[in-house]
């Protein structure tokens, strides 16, 4: 009952802050305009990341420090996009996708990262203060790349038994989900990580995969999952045309089956919110269910019959990211594409950012990660 009224309070509050939003920062989607501001291939040189054919599984901007972070296999890295530099470059074990988040804990700035297979942990993101004078001018220059620091706060490190396949959070970073071995999903509290106050065994496994196939509500009510598959081990007739969606405060699972997709990968809640939720297939579809009816309510269809590696919803933008190496931008009012561009990678990673400021894509190819401005 105490679980069911808090998801109740945090529902009330993320309903209050859309509302807000959306009459203050309303915009006609189709009047903005994106510039390319950063292409990571071209533009940024690393000193531990030396193989340029590596996919980016995930990058995702953070506004408010402009800071671009990146992962892909055993490495990890941020660059600060004023300049162009990297600011922070680790190694981590093989093989963790999808795991890092910019998320904020009492206006304190995080960067949650797993490092490990069963290990989450949480790294202070701190800018240091510029010193006034000539010379402290010209030792900026020199070091520009240290005027970040990022300290890791034991407060919040995460050790599970077993392996952590994926890791999620709500919009208020209330809660931290986490699937452990295909099998579990828990839900902590930021308030005391060591502890799950919640745990959900799963119907079906899902999956570990490159892709990002759970996702959670803004207020932390339900989550998605898709099937799981890796892009590497996809094959004809093999793929479930199912997806699941888990009530999480009342611990109830609704399996969906689709009569227009071929597969189910990289769901998303339509702007975040828990009515609608958008599932890609392995041939360029798109299909958006309105989850309480637990019906199809809309198709897509891509121009190219390429697998939907990605998508993100915000602000009444639904953006999709294909094989085919192509960003594509839906008004989720009329569901009419606005916006198509093609690059060079292939777009296993995108990522919205809530203030409608940036979109990242990214993956394999030349370009390895794009950041585009928004206007």
Request: proline fraction near 1%; hydrophobic fraction near 35%.
């Amino acid at each position: 009952k105490k679980i069911h009224k808090l998801y109740s309070i945090l529902r009330e509050e993320i309903f209050f802050n859309m509302v807000v939003r959306q009459h203050t920062a309303e915009k006609d989607v189709k009047k903005l305009q994106l510039t390319q501001k950063l292409t990571v291939g071209t533009q940024v040189k690393f000193e531990k990341l030396t193989n340029s054919k590596l996919r980016m599984y995930k990058s995702s901007v953070d506004s408010e420090f402009k800071l671009l972070a990146m992962e892909c296999r055993d490495w990890f890295g941020v660059v600060d996009m004023e300049n162009n530099t990297p600011v922070l470059e680790m190694n981590r074990e093989w093989d963790t996708y999808q795991s890092h988040h910019w998320i904020t804990i009492q206006e304190q700035k995080y960067l949650c990262l797993q490092t490990k297979y069963d290990t989450i942990v949480m790294l202070q993101v701190k800018k240091q203060k510029e010193k006034a004078g000539y010379s402290a001018w010209f030792t900026a220059k020199k070091e520009k790349a240290k005027k970040y620091e990022f300290v890791q706060d034991d407060n919040y490190t995460i050790t599970v038994d077993g392996k952590i396949n994926f890791c999620e959070f709500d919009a208020t970073f209330e809660h931290i989900l986490l699937v452990i071995d295909e099998t579990e999903l828990q839900i902590r509290s930021m308030q005391d990580v060591t502890t799950v106050s919640k745990s959900v065994m799963l119907e079906e496994k899902i999956r570990n995969s490159t892709l990002r196939n759970l996702r959670v509500s803004a207020d932390g009510t339900l989550c998605v999952l898709g099937s799981g598959h890796d892009t590497n081990t996809i094959k004809s007739g093999q793929d479930k045309t199912y997806f699941y969606v888990i009530d999480i405060a009342n611990e109830k699972q609704y399996k969906l089956t689709s009569e227009y997709l071929a597969s189910t990968y990289a769901p998303c809640f339509i702007n975040g919110e828990n009515q609608f939720a958008a599932v890609g297939d392995q041939e360029g579809k798109i299909e958006i269910w309105d989850i309480e009816k637990q019906q199809s309510v809309q198709t897509l269809q891509t121009e190219k019959q390429h697998l939907i590696t990605s998508a993100a919803s915000s602000h009444d933008i639904l953006a999709i990211g294909s094989n085919d190496q192509t960003l594509r931008l839906y008004d989720t009012k009329k569901w009419e594409c606005f916006y198509e561009k093609r690059f060079d990678c292939d777009g296993a990673s995108l990522h919205l950012t809530e203030d409608l400021k940036y979109v990242t894509f990214a993956g394999e190819g030349a370009d390895r990660c794009v950041v585009l401005q928004i206007e």
